[in-house]
């Protein structure tokens, strides 16, 4: 069964991998499981039909059969369990991997979503400067944290993990920002996972798809 999920028909992101839809793509390419990708747009994505799976109303959005997912973190985990890849069998790595997924989603990705968030809201805003200044803080404390826990390893536990996989997806969203540049271990780290064929593969699957609304 080919499962189907959902992405943005045209991303704010103009293709640059940075919409959440990336990752479910990624985790699917590298346990080997095609899918089919349905497109929504703004409108579609708050409509009743797109509400009952997603009651948020966004992407993205995983059906196989008669399971619906929505939260990339759900789903992320639940392709990872479903093909026995991507997690590893011994129950106490396995544990620390999916705590890693949590990190990456609980505790690194807000502050960076809220800086791209500022960027694009609140850019005219008198307070946008010191704004700014106080999320790269906040940001800077986790990319210190996070560089000390990887120090010289390739990965964050062992071998490539989902947490690997999500805290890669988080971190895609400061390359060129000069905060991660600021650890080399964390740009070679993101740089590693970029660099595996199964995110490339995802990358130019979603690349494509803002190739042809641009046209
Ligand atoms: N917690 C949910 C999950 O992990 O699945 C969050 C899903 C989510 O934020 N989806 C976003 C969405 O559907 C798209 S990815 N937003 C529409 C809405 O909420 O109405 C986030 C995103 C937003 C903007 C850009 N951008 O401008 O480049 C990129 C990615």
Redesign the pocket.
């Known amino acids: 069964m080919i499962p189907t999920i959902t992405a943005?028909k045209q991303?704010?992101?103009?293709g640059?991998g940075?919409?959440?839809?990336m990752r479910v793509r990624w985790a699917l390419e590298e346990v080997g499981q095609p899918y089919e990708a349905r497109l929504l747009t703004?409108e579609a994505?708050?409509e009743p039909a797109h509400l009952a799976i997603q009651p948020?109303?966004?992407?993205?959005t995983y059906e196989a059969g008669d399971l619906t997912l929505?939260?990339?973190?759900a789903?992320v985990l639940h392709i990872a369990e479903h093909h026995g890849k991507l997690l590893p069998d011994d129950p106490k790595a396995r544990a620390r991997a999916i705590a890693w997924m949590f990190a990456a989603?609980n505790t690194v990705e807000p502050p960076i979503?809220e800086r791209?968030m500022a960027m694009?809201l609140e850019r005219d805003e008198a307070w946008y400067a010191p704004r700014l200044q106080s999320l790269e803080t906040n940001i800077r404390k986790r990319l210190s944290a996070l560089s000390a826990h990887l120090g010289q390893a390739d990965w964050l536990d062992g071998s490539f993990t989902a947490g690997d996989l999500m805290m890669a997806t988080v971190l895609l969203r400061l390359k060129d920002s000069g905060l991660l540049e600021e650890h080399h271990n964390l740009s070679a780290y993101l740089a590693r996972a970029e660099a595996r064929p199964a995110f490339q593969r995802a990358f130019a699957a979603q690349l494509a798809v803002f190739k042809a609304a641009s046209q």
């Open positions: 943005f991303s704010p992101d103009r640059r940075l919409a959440r839809d703004f994505m708050k948020f109303g966004q992407i993205p929505f939260e990339t973190g789903i989603l979503f791209t694009i």
